[in-house]
């Protein structure tokens, strides 16, 4: 199938040119901010719309600034170590989830110390929306040619226009991306989360979701080529990275039902 060809550049106002990556995070942000303002709505969610916009400020100066950080510490430090002027050029792509993530829960941390919640009190809240904003800036990287998968004779396989493609066939990885952690993610986080959940267990969804997906596409994606196959011929990056998310979401899960019981059976008693 060929690649479609979009311009990575939506519009220009003069010098400036804007990126549909760019506009893919803006996409996430709105996205969040609106499903925010709607969960805050709930009688008795004890949020406020006033909350969802700090909260929302919050998060997406600890996307930014934890997703480039992560990208370049824990993907491409050499590069960037030579050419550090490159930092800033975001429109390019080179944002991590896994940096985003740190930089999110940096932020949540001090949201939570500065408004008098707990800090899963807080995550609970937030998870829910976040998928959607990750599934948006899937579609970012495929808009930009970036992020492809290995050689494919599906129908559904892409030619992307990158020399460094090949010319052949490749799993679209991020449209993957973008269905699992974005629609399927946010489809199981937003039922889960409707109903009374003990605290902790909408995070642990999060996480053990997130890296089970990502771990998963992460064998018919191609290795960032700078870092390649760090293990046994088949581990990557991404799964390494993924992996304490997907066992410490486990065992936030475990521990949220467990506290749960504990507390029924002593008010049984």
Do not use: C
Request: aromatic share 16%; glycine share 14%.
């Amino acid at each position: 199938m060929p690649f479609p060809h979009i311009d990575p550049i939506a519009f220009s106002l003069g010098p400036l040119h804007v990126h549909w990556y760019g506009l893919m995070y803006v996409a996430g942000f709105l996205a969040g901010w609106a499903l925010g303002r709607r969960r805050a709505a709930h009688p008795g969610s004890g949020w406020s719309g006033e909350d969802v916009d700090r909260l929302v400020v919050y998060g997406a100066f600890g996307v930014l600034l934890g997703g480039r950080l992560g990208y370049i510490l824990f993907y491409n430090l050499p590069t960037y170590a030579a050419h550090p002027l490159e930092v800033f050029a975001i429109w390019q792509g080179g944002m991590s989830f896994h940096g985003g993530l740190l930089g999110v829960l940096t932020a949540v941390w001090l949201f939570a110390r500065r408004t008098g919640r707990t800090f899963f009190e807080v995550t609970d809240f937030l998870a829910p929306l976040v998928p959607i904003g990750l599934g948006a800036g899937r579609i970012g990287n495929f808009i930009n040619g970036e992020l492809w998968g290995k050689v494919s004779h599906l129908p559904w396989a892409v030619v992307f226009p990158d020399p460094r493609a090949g010319g052949v066939p490749r799993h679209p990885t991020e449209l993957y991306e973008a269905f699992l952690e974005g629609i399927v993610l946010f489809i199981i986080l937003w039922i889960y989360s409707k109903r009374p959940r003990p605290r902790m267990a909408v995070s642990g969804l999060f996480l053990l979701g997130y890296g089970v997906f990502r771990f998963a596409v992460e064998f018919v994606r191609l290795p960032d080529p700078q870092l390649g196959y760090l293990a046994f011929g088949w581990v990557t990056m991404g799964q390494i990275l993924s992996t304490p998310m997907i066992l410490a979401g486990a065992a936030l899960l475990w521990l949220a039902y467990r506290r749960r019981e504990r507390s029924l059976h002593r008010r049984a008693s």
